[in-house]
């Protein structure tokens, strides 16, 4: 194990953040990760506050502890700081799969936004795709740019039903790039992922990130 | 007991005894558009088409309502929005028209009476009250003041509006209220019997409890006071258990559950006071068998349906295109089998 505080010190800055972020307290959130920065590397903040903070925020949303508007707020919050306190174009991550983002033939962007902003807070760098993308281009802009993993945001049930047409599509040209779904669909329909031959679902926000690390664990990153 | 009309059915279980079995609402948008070989747009395209193809699948499924419901974005449409059609499920809003936080002081509510698509809306109804006279009633819809700026707005400018800026967020609310106001009474004039309002924006899902006492709540206070009949509010799906007491305190006479919820503990809180309505789940419903859709409605009507005060329905107050009439048919088998009252085979 490398040097670190005692475990205890992390927890209280978890604690402080969570705080922070629920009652949407920038200038407090702020304030913890400038002090938790002086006691550890950029690297660590993310791993050992931000990251814990973000997942148990995403958690809470499934157990109705934790509401939308506060996860949105606190991935918005958690992008703002880091931009103001870590060094510009600094890059927090090594070493990251190519990770891309898009919403298919849904013009609803919150989910893809709140994804995105936990991501990034989280040290992953993620190229979006935009919105309302056809099957077609989500494949075609895929490969052309070499991703790993695409990571699809929907809320309109045909939409989550046209995650198929890209498996089907990206078969059709030979690319194991893995797919991983979210939205409400998925959450209304566990079966739904596999009907649509995606490899993973997530529940909530906070699973792209744990879904991610596992990818990089089963390559071995 | 002799068979009631959907009318009779309803109103006694409004009334909080049981009628001569559970109701049930199937909620179509989009099957009327089958029923008649029309795509979705072309369907929304004339009030003969909407007035005609709801009334088919009300009869065609022994519907306890028909359901004077366009889509959400109409609305959007009538403030000068985009709406974007697809053949495979309903329209959705497009490019908001609000643009900055700013736009919101120069807003003017559109007028009801001049809207070409509310009006066709509102010829619909009427025609829809001419098929069915006071037999079934007719099923109207808003959406509340308080969840349709995420379609005027955007979600993600919506919720900073609502945490960041309060004064232009309270001007946005009695713009939005005027309006939604004026829609509600306009439908209740064109025939139907009441006004479902959905305010998922409010559900716990979106918003915490405390944040909805300061916002959703009192808005729907006071938009509802103002609606002259009787409304149903609808979480579209959202959850609502933690604020179940407050959403009673509105005023409304019926609260759409959703299958997230345990419906057995919503309809004990609210029982003799407000009708719960629920919970099948829409989105899984396209795939269920025989044996799953008769196992799942008899399991809700035993949470939920002693007493009355308890309406079968799905759980967004929509079903999706994709569900088969084959599920819907063994839906309403099954409540008519299961729901008859009194539930003796639940002693
Ligand atoms: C609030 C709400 C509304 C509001 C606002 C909707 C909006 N965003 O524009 C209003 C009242 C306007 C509305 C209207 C409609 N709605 Co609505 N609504 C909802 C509700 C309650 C929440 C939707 C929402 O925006 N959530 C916010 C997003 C960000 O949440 P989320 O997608 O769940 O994302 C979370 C996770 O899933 C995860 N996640 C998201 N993406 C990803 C991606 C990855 C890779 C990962 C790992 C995780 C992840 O992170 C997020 C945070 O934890 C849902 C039901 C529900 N309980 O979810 C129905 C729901 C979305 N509505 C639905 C429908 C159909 C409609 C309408 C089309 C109805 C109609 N006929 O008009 C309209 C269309 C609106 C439009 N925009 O044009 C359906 C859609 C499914 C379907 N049947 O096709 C839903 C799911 C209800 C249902 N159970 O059927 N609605």
Not at chain 2, 105 to 134: F, H, I, N, T, Y
Request: a negative charge.
């Amino acid at each position: 194990m490398e040097n670190q505080l005692p475990v205890d010190d992390a927890a209280i800055y978890i604690k402080n953040m969570i705080q922070s972020l629920l009652s949407v307290n920038k200038i407090r959130a702020k304030m913890t990760l400038m002090e938790a920065s002086t006691a550890y590397q950029p690297i660590e903040v993310v791993e050992k506050v931000i990251v814990p903070s973000l997942e148990q925020i995403g958690e809470g949303w499934t157990m109705d502890k934790v509401s939308l508007s506060q996860v949105y707020m606190s991935g918005k919050i958690c992008t703002e700081i880091l931009h103001d306190i870590m060094p510009q174009n600094h890059t927090i991550r090594k070493k990251q799969l190519r990770i891309a983002i898009a919403t298919l033939e849904d013009f609803h962007t919150l989910g893809k936004q709140i994804v995105k902003s936990f991501l990034h807070s989280s040290g992953y760098e993620v190229v979006d795709y935009g919105n309302g993308r056809s099957a077609g281009d989500l494949v075609s802009l895929t490969i052309k740019d070499k991703i790993e993993v695409l990571l699809i945001s929907v809320l309109m049930l045909p939409s989550a039903l046209k995650v198929k047409e890209v498996r089907r599509k990206m078969r059709e040209n030979q690319a194991a790039i893995t797919i991983v779904v979210g939205g409400a669909p998925f959450n209304f329909d566990d079966k739904l992922y596999e009907e649509v031959e995606a490899d993973y679902a997530g529940r909530t926000v906070s699973d792209a990130i744990n879904i991610i690390r596992s990818i990089e664990n089963s390559r071995g990153l | 007991m002799m068979s009631m009309t959907p009318m009779q059915r309803i109103l006694t279980t409004l009334g909080h005894k049981e009628p001569d079995r559970v109701p049930v609402f199937l909620l179509f948008t989009m099957h009327g558009a089958k029923e008649l070989g029309m795509s979705v747009k072309e369907y929304f395209s004339r009030a003969e088409n909407v007035a005609e193809g709801q009334v088919r699948v009300c009869r065609k499924f022994s519907n306890d309502c028909v359901y004077g419901f366009f889509y959400a974005p109409i609305e959007i449409e009538a403030w000068g929005g985009e709406v974007i059609f697809r053949d495979d499920g309903p329209p959705n809003s497009g490019m908001p028209f609000i643009k900055k936080f700013e736009d919101i002081r120069r807003l003017v509510p559109p007028e009801v009476g001049q809207s070409k698509c509310l009006l066709k809306a509102l010829d619909a109804q009427r025609m829809m009250k001419e098929k069915v006279r006071d037999d079934i009633p007719i099923i109207g819809t808003v959406m509340s003041p308080f969840s349709i700026p995420v379609m005027q707005m955007g979600f993600d400018k919506y919720i900073e509006l609502i945490y960041e800026h309060k004064e232009l967020f309270e001007h946005l609310m009695r713009i939005n209220e005027d309006f939604c106001v004026q829609w509600a009474n306009a439908q209740l004039d064109a025939g139907c019997t009441a006004v479902c309002y959905f305010d998922p924006v409010s559900s716990t899902t979106i918003i915490d409890k405390e944040l909805y006492l300061k916002t959703g709540h009192n808005i729907a206070k006071r938009t509802l006071s103002k609606i002259k009949g009787p409304t149903a509010t609808h979480f579209a799906a959202g959850r609502c258990y933690s604020i179940i007491e407050d959403v009673m305190q509105t005023g409304t006479s019926v609260i759409g559950v959703s299958v997230l919820e345990d419906i057995e503990k919503i309809k004990n809180d609210c029982k003799g006071r407000t009708t719960v309505m629920g919970n099948l789940n829409g989105i899984e419903m396209k795939r269920w068998t025989q044996e799953d859709t008769t196992r799942i409605v008899k399991d809700i009507i035993a949470k939920a349906g002693k007493g009355g005060g308890f309406i079968l329905s799905d759980n967004h107050g929509e079903i999706p295109f994709q569900v088969p009439d084959d599920v819907l048919h063994t839906i309403v088998d099954a409540a008519h089998e299961w729901g008859r009252y009194p539930l003796q085979w639940l002693k």
